[in-house]
Nanobody
Framework: QLQLVESGGGLVQPGESLRLSCAASEFTLDYAIGWFRQAPGKEREGVSCISSSGGSTDYADSVKGRFTISRDNAKNTVYLQMNNLKPEDTAVYYC???????????????????WGKGTLVTVSS
């Protein structure tokens, strides 16, 4: 079974940047990969998704222009570059994967099949 491990979370000040990484346990070319987040007391939110080839990406409106998703299939790793972070970005960020070939917008709304355990991002002054 595919395993996903997130890293790169931490405490930063507003306006700063972080890069999250999602390492997969096996060859990821068949999987779309997504990033989701959940803040305390709030529902899970789809943040960004990248297709298996990397040719298609989707973003939540709340992060467009600030976050960039990318993937390195040779390293079985997906990245989420987060710039100009805001306090409202504070959440546990989860990496997820799915091989059913649905659209990115579908995954961001309904979720994906395989999940990591998450990494905490805190944006505070």
């Amino acid at each position: 079974q595919l395993q996903l491990v997130e890293s790169g979370g931490g405490l930063v000040q507003p306006g700063e940047s972080l890069r999250l990484s999602c390492a997969a346990s096996e060859f990821t070319l068949d999987y779309a990969i997504g990033w989701f987040r959940q803040a305390p007391g709030k529902e899970r939110e789809g943040v960004s998704c990248i297709s298996s080839s990397g040719g298609s990406t989707d973003y939540a409106d709340s992060v467009k222009g600030r976050f960039t998703i990318s993937r390195d299939n040779a390293k079985n790793t997906v990245y989420l570059q987060m710039n100009n972070l805001k306090p409202e970005d504070t959440a546990v960020y989860y990496c997820a994967a799915d091989a059913r070939h649905y659209s990115g917008s579908y995954y961001l709304y309904y979720g994906m099949t395989y999940w990591g355990k998450g990494t905490l991002v805190t944006v505070s002054s």
